[in-house]
Each structure stands twice: as C-alpha cells, then as structure tokens.
C-alpha cells in the first residue's frame, strides 16, 4: 500500500523548534516530488514547501521562509520539516503529500499523510 | 501570487441533485488546476488534476472543466458520501496556492 505517516508534532513555545518527519512507503520515494501542506484550526489548505527529487531544489511560502526548511533523505523514504522561530500563527496540522506524477515538480498532490498537529502556545 | 477564489462559501443542496463549484483564478494559466475533497478529520483526497481529469478511483459523477482564470467543478446526483469541502488549487506556478474552500451541505 502506498502510504505516508506523519510524525513530530506536539505542542511547542513562540520562538521554538520543532522537526517533522513523514515515512513514505509502497512507493519509489526517489522518483516523487514530496511537499508539506499546513492547515489551520478550522481554516483552508495552505502550501508550505516543496523538494525536488534529489533534494536539489526547494520551494518556500513567504509566511515560512527563512524559518522553517525542507529535506529528504531517499535512503530512508523519509521527508521532514526542520521549524524554527515558530508563532503561533504556525499551528495546524501539517500533511505531507506526494506529487501525483514522476516528472515535473508542479504538480497536483495525491497522496497525503493524515497529518500531525503542531501547536505554537506559551 | 496567484490568488484562488472560489465561491459559493456554502452550497446546500438535496441528495440526488447536481452540485455546481467554481474557482477563478487572479492571474490567467492553462490547466494546472487540481480540485481536493476533504472530510472532517481527514486528508484531503484528490479528484481533479488538470483542470478535468479524474483522479484514479474518482466516480464519474465528479467532472470539472475550465481553463484561464475560470475553473469548475460539477458533481451529478450528490450521494450522501459527497457532502465534504472542497478546494481547488494552482500549481502553474510557485507559490501554490489552494482557494478558501466550498462546503457542500445537505439541504
């Protein structure tokens, strides 16, 4: 089965760190695209980051960039999410989601993770 | 940025009935628009990729079209499993940005 599993999550003070780690399995992780899309308590979809395959190229929403930073590792089919300075405007669950295809990086999503929640609260 | 607006915020409608969503783009592009469904709880699922292709294991009665800034998305004979948000999103160009959203409500 083709899956993504979330991890990292938690509850975290302003100006604190945290990394997210999504496990990919059932599928090449080498050859996808992989993403992390943030939802807000209540509130719509909002994309956070994108990594190119080898990990070469990495794309940033301007509310994220320069804190937060995307890697991969293809050995373990493992993706994550370094969050520094984080604010409470940070908060929602965070879902990874794979490119549907295996040739462009702008792509749409249809794999997703189930999400982790990450809570920005002193 | 290419601002996602789409509308109604709220749509009520009648199991069996036909659904009508629509998404318009700030910035006009081809057909790299996708639309996601998403239940309380739940990931978003995909059921559009370019502008109006089904997904895989996506019902027939899900169809979308559009192209430039004015995309839409049809759902026939509304089954109960069917009222959820939906989202559409651009990925013609960075940043990619979602829409706000539709609920599909029952009526």
């Known amino acids: 089965d083709v899956q993504l599993v979330e991890s990292g999550g938690g509850l975290v003070m302003p100006g604190g760190s945290l990394r997210l780690s999504c496990a990919a399995s059932?599928?090449?992780?080498?050859?996808?695209?992989m993403n992390w899309v943030r939802q807000a308590p209540g509130k719509g979809l909002e994309w956070v980051s994108s990594?190119?395959?080898?990990?070469?190229?990495?794309y940033y929403s301007d509310s994220v960039k320069g804190r937060f930073s995307i890697s991969r590792d293809n050995a373990k089919n493992s993706l994550s999410l370094q969050m520094n300075n984080l604010r409470a405007e940070d908060t929602a669950v965070y879902f990874c989601?794979?490119?549907?295809?295996?040739?462009?990086?702008?792509?749409?999503?249809?794999?997703w993770g189930q999400g982790t929640l990450v809570t920005v609260s002193s | 940025e290419i601002v996602m607006t789409q509308s109604p915020a709220t749509l009520s409608v009648s199991p069996g009935e036909t659904a009508t969503l629509s998404c318009r783009a700030s910035?006009?592009?081809?057909?790299?628009l996708a639309w996601y469904q998403q239940k309380p709880g739940q990931a978003p699922r995909l059921l559009i990729y370019?502008?109006?292709t089904r997904a895989t294991g996506i019902p027939a009665r899900f169809s979308a079209s559009g192209s430039g800034t004015e995309f839409t998305l049809t759902i026939n004979s509304l089954q109960s499993e069917d009222f959820a948000v939906y989202y559409c999103?651009?990925?013609?160009?960075?940043?990619?940005?979602f829409g706000g959203g539709t609920k599909v409500e029952i009526k």
């Open positions: 989601a794979r490119d549907t295809s295996d040739y462009d990086i702008l792509d749409a999503f249809n794999i």
């Open positions: 059932g599928f090449t992780f080498s050859a996808y695209s």
């Open positions: 990594i190119s395959t080898a990990g070469s190229y990495t």
């Open positions: 910035q006009s592009f081809s057909t790299n």
């Open positions: 370019g502008a109006s």
């Open positions: 999103q651009q990925y013609h160009h960075w940043p990619l940005t």
